[in-house]
C-alpha cells in the first residue's frame, strides 16, 4: 500500500519532465548527427532540404522565413498601427502617442495610437512568431528525414511525393489545416485579444482606445474587485456577482429539467399506442420551433404585460385590484414571480425540441425488449423506468449537458422577457439577469469592457469545469462502446 | 472522388473565410470624390434632395454626396467602434461632442464663415456646450441644426386647454377619468429632468447645478455639481405625494407609454418631437393635446421643515434643452475638408432648417426660428398639432438647459452610474440600493431624501456610490 502511495508523485515529476528532456536531447542529437544540410537548416530554412537536392521543398521554407523576418522587419501597419517588432513594442502599452495633431488650414489630422489595434496586431505578431518557430522545427525536421533516408539507401522524398501523401496516407492533414488556421485566425486570436480585455483599464467611461486616457494594462486588479469591491463597478461586482451566480444556476438547472422531462413525457403521451393522430400532435408542437423563438417571447411578454390580456382577464374577473407584475419589468415587483414565469415560459419555448428528439428515440427502443419484460411481469412503471428512461437518458446525456450551458448562457429568454428585471435598484444586474445578459449591460450599457471580459471569463470557466466533470462522470461518455 | 469532394468543400471554406475576412477589415474608405452624410433616418430622404440641389446648384463643388438614415441615438457609438468607417459627416446629440472629440472621431471645424454663421445664428446656451478641446486648444465642434426639448402630450378628449397647464388640473381630470394623471417615456437622466430641472415660474430659478463650469480643456475638470437644495428636496417630496395619490403620476407601464395613453392607463406624458408620431397613433390627430410642461405649486408638507421654500411657491417642470449637431469626421481625408466644412455650412443654414421642419418635423435650432413655425401654420403648410409641437417645444427650451456634458466621462457618471435609480426610488419611496455597502433605508423621510439627493450629486461626480454618509452630510459631494 505504502509503496504505491510513494510512486504516484514520483512517476508525476518524470511525466512532467521527461518530454522535455527528451526533446532537448533529441534536438541536440540531430544536429550532431544531422549532415550539413541538416546542421545549415539551424539557421537558414531549407538549406537541408537544398542540400538533398529537394529544391522546390527548400524554396518555400526559404521564402516563408524571408517572408517573416521581413514582416518582422519593416513592421506593415494597418490604420497606423504596425505589425512586427513594433507591434511587440508597443504592446506594453508604455509607448503610445495621443496624436491628434492638427492643421486647421489644410485640416491634416494625425489619429493617435490605437490601443485595441495594438493589442490585436501585438497577438498577431506572437503568433507569427510562433509559427516561425514551428516552420523552424518542420524545415529541420524535413531536412533531418531526408538525411534518415538517404542513410537507409531510400530516395529522399521530393515536393510532389509529399503532395501525393497529403492526398493519400496524411489526408487528414490536408483536411484539417484550413480548419485550424480559420479557428486560429476567427477564434482563437480574438478570444485572447477579449481575455487580454480583462487585464486592462478599458472602459468607455474615463478610458479611451484612441486619443486622450489611453487605456493600460492593469495586472490582476479586475478580477481582485469581484472580492474586494474596487474601481467603478466594484461594489457592484463584489455584491451582485454571486446572487446572479447562484440565480444562473437555479435557472439552468430548472429550465434545463422541466424542458427536458416535459419534453418525454409529451412524446411518450404522443407515442403511445393506440393514440389517433399521432402525426397532428407532433406537427402542432413542432410549430413552436417553426416560429422564431423572439417572436415566441415577445408575443409572451404581451401577453403577460400590464395591459396583455392576462392582467386584463383577471382585472375584468375582479380577482385582483391592478395589473401583476407577471415578468419583473418594474423595481417593484416580485422577484420570485419573474423568476418563475421565465422557467415556465421556456418550456413553451423548449420542450418541442426535446419532444422531437426523444420520440425518435423511443421509436428506436427494440420492441423485443418491452415484449419480453411483459412476459416476465414488470408494470408499465417498472419498464419505464428500467428500459424507457435509462435508453433514453443514456442517448441524450451529452444534449442534457449541452442544453445546461446553453441555458446558462440563455441571452434570449431572459433579456426579452424580463430584460433582467426586476431591478435591483442602484445596480445593473437585476432579479432575473444571468451572467451573460448582465455581462450585455455591463458592456453595452456601461462601456466597462474590462469587467465585462472578467464576468465572461468567470463564466466561461465555470461552463468548462461542469461540462468536463458531469460529462466525464457519465455513462455516455464512460461507456460509449457498450452502447448498441 | 469522396476526397475531391472533401477538397472541394475545404477550398470553398478557405475562400468563404477569406472573402469575409477581407470584406470585414478593409474599412473601405468611400472614394475622394464622394461624401457620405449620416442623418437620422426620418430626414434621410430630404437631406439626399437638399444636398442634390446642392451639387446641381454648384458644379464646381466636384463632390457627389450620399445621404444615410441612421438611428441617431446609435450614431456617436458606431463612430467610435470604428471611424473610419463611418460617414464624413455625421449627426449626434452635443452631449456626444466631448466623447467624438477626445478619441480622435471628429475633426475641428475651422472654416471661419461657418463659425461666424453658428455664433450669430444659435442661443448662448448651445455655444457653451459645440466646442471641445484638442491639444489644450478649444475648437468648435458640432454645428447645432435640431433642436430639441421635452413638453406634455395629453388627451385632448379628457384634459382641458386650462387642466392641462397644471399638474393639479390634470390630476382633477384624472380623478373624473379614474385614472393617472401624467406618465414619462423612461426614467432615465434625460426623461427625469422635468422634476429635477424644474424652475420657480416667478424668476426662473433652481439650486440644481450640473457640472457648473466644467472644462474638457483643463484636464476634463467636472465642475461643479449640486443638488442637495431645499428646493429640490421639496419638488421631491411634491412628486412623492403626486405619485402615491391614485390620479397622480405613474411611470410608463411594462408595455410602453404609449399603451398608457392608448388605454387610458394616464392622460398625459412628458415626452418628446420624436415620440410625436407614437404619441399620435395612441391617441389620434384630433384628440392630440400639446402642451408646455404643466406646473406645479408646493404643498405645505413637501416644504415642511424647510427654510428656503414655502408653500405655494409654483414651479414649472422643467427639461434638458438640446441640439442636434453636425460633425466632420476626423478619419476624412484632409483634401476634402473645405467641401466638408461648406456642406456643413450649408446644412445647418436657416434655409435648410426651414425646409427640414415642414418635410420632417426638425424644429430648428436657429434663433427666432418660432416666427417661421408661426408663418407656417398660418399659411396653412403645417397641422395644428405639428404647429403646437414646435412651438410648445421652442418655448420649452426657455425653461431647460442643455445636457451639460462636456467629457464622455461626465455623460457616462450622469446618465450610466444609478443617479436616476436613486431619483426613482425616492419618487416610489423605496429604500437604496436595494442590497449592497451603502443602503438608504428609507426615502420617506426630511433625513432619506437628503441622503438620496447627496447620493445622486456623488454618483455625478465620483460615478460610484459614497463609502458613507457623514452627518451632517458634505455641502458638495
Given at each position: 500500500m505504502d509503496s504505491t502511495l510513494n510512486k504516484v508523485p514520483k512517476k508525476k515529476t518524470i511525466d512532467l519532465f521527461e518530454p522535455i528532456g527528451e526533446a532537448i536531447s533529441n534536438f541536440r542529437k540531430r544536429f550532431e548527427d544531422g549532415s550539413l544540410g541538416t546542421k545549415l537548416s539551424h539557421f537558414i530554412f531549407g538549406a537541408g532540404n537544398f542540400y538533398h537536392k529537394q529544391y522546390i521543398k527548400g524554396a518555400i521554407f526559404l521564402l516563408l522565413q524571408i517572408a517573416i523576418i521581413l514582416f518582422m522587419v519593416l513592421c506593415p501597419s494597418i490604420n497606423g498601427t504596425p505589425y512586427g517588432w513594433k507591434a511587440l513594442y508597443n504592446?506594453?502599452?508604455?509607448?503610445l502617442h495621443e496624436g491628434g495633431?492638427?492643421?486647421?488650414?489644410?485640416g491634416e489630422f494625425s489619429i493617435g495610437s490605437d490601443c485595441k489595434l495594438i493589442i490585436l496586431f501585438g497577438f498577431v505578431t506572437i503568433a507569427v512568431i510562433i509559427i516561425y518557430f514551428l516552420l523552424w522545427g518542420m524545415s529541420i525536421s524535413s531536412s533531418f528525414k531526408a538525411d534518415m533516408d538517404e542513410k537507409i539507401g531510400k530516395k529522399p522524398t521530393s515536393f510532389i511525393d509529399d503532395l501525393r501523401e497529403l492526398l493519400d496516407s496524411r489526408f487528414h492533414i490536408t483536411m484539417l489545416t484550413p480548419t485550424c488556421i480559420a479557428a486560429l485566425v476567427f477564434t482563437i486570436l480574438p478570444t485572447i485579444f477579449m481575455i487580454a480585455l480583462a487585464f486592462t483599464t478599458y472602459n468607455s467611461q474615463d478610458m479611451n482606445d484612441i486619443g486622450t486616457n489611453l487605456f493600460h494594462w492593469n495586472g490582476l486588479q479586475n478580477f481582485r474587485a469581484v472580492f474586494t469591491g474596487e474601481g467603478s463597478l466594484g461594489v457592484e461586482i463584489k455584491n451582485r456577482f454571486m446572487p446572479v451566480l447562484g440565480w444562473t444556476f437555479i435557472w439552468a438547472i430548472f429550465a434545463t429539467l422541466s424542458c427536458y422531462f416535459g419534453g418525454i413525457i409529451l412524446a411518450l403521451l404522443i407515442n403511445?399506442?393506440?393514440?389517433?393522430g399521432k402525426k397532428i400532435f407532433r406537427t402542432v408542437f413542432i410549430f413552436t420551433i417553426a416560429v422564431p423563438q423572439f417572436i415566441s417571447l415577445l408575443a409572451v411578454r404581451n401577453l403577460l404585460g400590464e395591459y396583455g390580456p392576462v392582467n386584463s382577464m383577471l382585472v375584468n374577473l375582479g380577482w385582483i385590484a391592478k395589473p401583476i407584475g407577471f415578468l419583473g419589468l418594474h423595481p417593484g415587483d416580485s422577484e420570485n414571480l419573474a423568476k418563475v414565469m421565465v422557467i415556465i415560459v421556456n418550456m413553451w419555448v423548449g420542450i418541442p425540441y426535446t419532444m422531437l428528439m426523444t420520440s425518435g428515440i423511443l421509436m428506436n427502443i427494440p420492441a423485443d425488449l418491452y415484449e419480453a419484460a411483459r412476459v416476465d411481469g414488470a408494470s408499465t412503471v417498472k419498464m419505464f423506468m428500467k428500459i424507457t428512461l435509462p435508453y433514453v437518458i443514456f442517448v441524450t446525456t451529452p444534449y442534457l449537458i449541452s442544453s445546461f450551458v446553453g441555458n446558462i448562457n440563455s441571452f434570449n429568454t431572459i433579456f426579452l422577457l424580463t430584460g433582467g428585471g426586476p431591478t435591483y435598484t442602484g445596480y445593473q444586474a437585476g432579479g432575473t439577469d444571468l451572467l451573460v445578459t448582465w455581462l450585455y449591460k455591463v458592456t453595452i450599457?456601461?462601456?466597462s469592457y474590462n469587467t465585462g471580459a472578467v464576468i465572461g471569463i468567470f463564466t466561461f470557466l465555470i461552463t468548462a469545469t461542469i461540462t468536463l466533470i458531469t460529462y466525464r462522470r457519465s455513462k455516455a461518455y464512460n461507456e460509449e462502446d457498450t452502447f448498441q | 472522388m469522396k476526397k475531391l469532394i472533401s477538397l472541394l468543400l475545404a477550398a470553398c471554406m478557405v475562400l468563404t473565410l477569406t472573402a469575409c475576412g477581407g470584406g470585414g477589415g478593409g474599412g473601405k474608405k468611400p472614394e475622394d470624390t464622394k461624401i457620405v452624410v449620416w442623418v437620422g433616418e426620418e430626414s434621410a430622404e430630404f437631406y439626399q434632395k437638399a444636398c442634390d440641389d446642392y451639387v446641381a446648384a454648384h458644379p464646381d463643388f466636384g463632390y457627389t454626396i450620399t445621404v444615410k438614415g441612421m438611428d441617431t441615438g446609435a450614431v456617436a457609438g458606431t463612430v467610435t467602434n470604428d471611424p473610419s468607417a463611418a460617414a464624413d459627416i455625421f449627426t449626434v446629440a452635443h452631449d456626444n461632442i466631448g466623447k467624438l472629440a477626445a478619441t480622435q472621431c471628429a475633426k475641428p471645424i475651422t472654416d471661419e464663415s461657418l463659425i461666424r454663421q453658428v455664433k450669430a445664428d444659435n442661443p448662448a446656451s448651445f455655444q457653451n456646450v459645440i466646442y471641445s478641446s484638442l491639444n489644450g486648444q478649444t475648437y468648435l465642434y458640432g454645428v447645432p441644426y435640431i433642436s430639441q426639448a421635452l413638453f406634455m402630450y395629453y388627451n385632448k378628449d379628457k384634459v382641458t386647454e386650462q387642466q392641462a397647464e397644471s399638474f393639479e388640473g390634470l390630476r382633477e381630470a384624472a380623478k373624473a377619468a379614474g385614472t393617472k394623471a401624467i406618465t414619462v417615456t423612461g426614467d432615465d437622466g434625460f426623461n427625469n429632468s422635468f422634476a429635477l430641472l424644474a424652475t420657480r415660474v416667478?424668476?426662473?430659478?433652481?439650486?440644481v447645478k450640473i457640472y457648473q463650469g466644467a472644462d474638457a480643456a483643463s484636464g476634463g475638470s467636472k465642475g461643479t455639481s449640486y443638488c442637495q437644495g431645499d428646493d429640490t428636496v421639496a419638488i421631491v417630496r411634491w412628486l412623492q405625494e403626486y405619485a402615491a395619490d391614485p390620479n397622480g403620476f405613474k411611470w410608463a407601464s411594462s408595455d410602453g407609454w404609449e399603451a398608457d395613453l392608448k388605454n387610458g392607463g394616464a392622460l398625459a406624458v412628458i415626452g418628446g418631437a420624436w415620440h410625436y408620431n407614437s404619441a399620435k397613433a395612441a391617441l389620434s390627430e384630433t384628440n392630440l393635446g400639446i402642451a408646455l410642461i404643466p406646473t406645479f405649486t408646493l404643498t405645505a408638507a413637501a416644504c415642511e421643515g424647510l427654510s428656503d421654500v414655502k408653500a405655494g411657491d409654483v414651479y414649472r417642470g422643467g427639461t434638458f434643452a438640446d441640439c442636434k449637431v453636425f460633425m466632420i469626421n476626423a478619419h476624412s481625408d484632409a483634401s476634402k475638408y473645405a467641401a466638408l466644412q461648406t456642406l456643413v455650412k450649408y446644412l445647418s443654414s436657416k434655409e435648410v432648417q426651414n425646409e427640414s421642419y415642414l418635410n420632417c418635423l426638425n424644429v430648428p435650432a436657429y434663433v427666432g426660428a418660432s416666427e417661421f413655425i408661426k408663418s407656417c401654420f398660418d399659411g396653412g403648410k403645417v397641422t395644428e398639432s405639428q404647429y403646437m409641437l414646435a412651438c410648445k417645444q421652442v418655448e420649452m427650451a426657455e425653461w431647460g438647459i442643455p445636457q451639460p456634458f462636456l467629457t464622455g466621462t461626465l455623460n457616462t457618471y450622469y446618465y450610466s452610474k444609478n443617479a436616476p435609480a436613486v431619483l426613482r426610488a425616492m419618487i416610489d419611496k423605496t429604500a437604496y440600493p436595494t442590497t449592497g455597502d451603502v443602503i438608504i433605508s428609507e426615502t420617506e423621510s426630511l433625513e432619506g431624501i437628503r441622503k438620496g439627493l447627496y447620493m445622486m450629486e456623488y454618483l455625478w461626480m465620483h460615478g460610484q456610490n459614497p463609502k458613507d454618509f457623514p452627518s451632517p452630510l458634505p455641502v458638495q459631494a
Open positions: 504592446l506594453s502599452l508604455t509607448h495633431d492638427f492643421d486647421p488650414m489644410t403511445k399506442k393506440g393514440l389517433k450599457d456601461q462601456g | 416667478s424668476d426662473h430659478a433652481t439650486t
